[in-house]
């Protein structure tokens, strides 16, 4: 399952994303990020600190980039361009926050035939959107 959102988010935006990699860890479902901070770090940190496989898809080429809470660095080398990779790794998507990175990651997801969530993050046509983690993770999982 991904999890993306900005690396600037708020901290109540923060707080939920610790929440839905927590909730996802605790049903053995593994985390895949875009590795850095903000909404990667917090749920990265909520997997791993319930024993969940945590995976970060990063922008550079330095694994040693990964926020401390990312198991799996993958340095991809490519930038923006890593958002299509971190999409097509998962099953379904949650986003929290917004960023244009967020949102091209909910364009690439919806075009994939992905299902994509939607908490405290952008109205898109075709995203589910929930008001709290533990709804963000039953809709993902639905």
Do not use: C
């Not at 550079?60 to 660095?73: F, H, K, M, Q, T």
């Not at 919806?110 to 405290?120: A, C, F, P, T, Y």
């Amino acid at each position: 399952m991904a999890v993306i959102g900005p690396h600037d988010a708020a901290e109540e935006q923060q707080a939920a994303a610790y929440e839905v990699g927590r909730l996802l860890a605790l049903q053995g479902i593994d985390v895949f990020t875009g590795g850095l901070g903000g909404v990667m770090a917090a749920a990265s940190r909520g997997a791993a600190e319930a024993g969940g496989l945590t995976v970060g898809i990063l922008p550079g080429s330095d694994p040693a980039e990964a926020n401390p809470y990312v198991r799996l660095p993958i340095a991809t080398g490519m930038g923006e361009a890593r958002n299509l990779i971190l999409v097509r790794s998962a099953d379904a998507v949650i986003a929290v926050g917004k960023g244009y990175g967020t949102l091209s990651e909910i364009a690439f997801a919806l075009r994939l035939g992905k299902r994509v969530v939607l908490l405290d993050s952008w109205e898109v046509e075709g995203g589910l959107k929930v008001s709290v983690p533990q709804e963000a993770v039953a809709q993902a999982l639905g």
